[in-house]
């Protein structure tokens, strides 16, 4: 209804968030609504992947995951690290059988995707003698390949060249509803995405429109940042979002 505050996909209050003992992000909160496409940014090590596994449990079955080390196979060939991105829908009989001889519809369905990802004629290659982009890109399409509403990416574009991030996150945009994506080209985050969740020293630093930040604010999440950014630190700080005063559009406006 018209008015109503829509309701996040997942939130966490205040939450910590690390490994075993390790608190990574401390008293975490934040909150991801539907159709909203938010930029993870942030040094190494700052916690993004942290931040995404937390999510990725979180929203199991409805997100993609296209992680960072992307956990291709590679002896097998493209078609079947992309397949293996929905090998829970079928058979064990049909999987163990699509090794030997490709089922036709995924076939079709894979081809499709490797064309539109640039991976044509590259179906029956192994993996392990694709170049990075290219390794790159059949993760991306073994992820697009789960058809999920949302996508969760770790730095799904960080080894291919400016003009190919541009289309490969048209191609996620285009088939997602909700993406988190983490990246370190700031001005992609700026450009692309309705949202910034910027993450430092252990806490969540940034998290607004992308139309209210500048380039100096992403700038400030970086120590090795060019000092030049006019604004402190501090006050570039922006505090969380009242969720009750967000109404539903794309993602909260
Ligand atoms: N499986 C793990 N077990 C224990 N500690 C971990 C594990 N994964 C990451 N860490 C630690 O958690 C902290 C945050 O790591 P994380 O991978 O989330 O950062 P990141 O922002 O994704 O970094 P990068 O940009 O380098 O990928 C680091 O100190 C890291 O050493």
């Not at 789960?146 to 400016?162: C, I, K, M, W």
């Not at 985050?189 to 209210?212: K, M, Q």
Request: charged share 25%; hydrophobic share 40%.
């Amino acid at each position: 209804m018209a008015g109503e505050p829509c309701r996040p996909l997942v939130a966490f209050e205040a939450e910590d968030l690390g490994h075993g003992n390790q608190v990574v992000l401390s008293r975490l909160s934040l909150a991801l609504y539907p159709g909203e496409r938010v930029a993870l940014l942030g040094p190494s090590g700052a916690g993004k992947s942290t931040l995404l596994g937390a999510l990725r449990r979180r929203l199991d079955d409805s997100a993609a995951w296209c992680p960072q080390q992307h956990g291709l196979v590679p002896q097998l060939a493209v078609y079947h690290n992309v397949y293996m991105g929905r090998l829970t829908e079928h058979s064990t009989l049909a999987n163990l059988w699509n090794l030997v001889r490709p089922l036709a519809g995924p076939w079709r369905e894979v081809s499709e995707l490797c064309d539109a990802l640039g991976l044509t004629g590259l179906m029956r290659r192994p993996v392990g003698r694709l170049s990075g982009g290219q390794r790159q890109r059949v993760a991306i399409a073994r992820a697009l390949y789960q058809q999920r509403e949302l996508f969760l990416g770790d730095e799904p574009v960080a080894s291919v060249d400016p003009h190919q991030a541009l289309r490969l996150l048209a191609l996620i945009e285009a088939r997602h509803a909700t993406l988190v994506i983490a990246l370190h080209q700031r001005e992609l985050a700026l450009s692309h995405f309705d949202r910034v969740w910027g993450l430092r020293d252990g806490r969540l630093v940034i998290d607004a429109p992308t139309h209210e930040l500048t380039l100096a604010d992403l700038d400030g999440l970086y120590p090795d940042a060019d000092a030049s950014a006019e604004t402190p630190r501090e006050d570039r700080s922006l505090p969380m979002p009242d969720p009750e005063a967000l109404p539903c559009a794309r993602g909260r406006p």
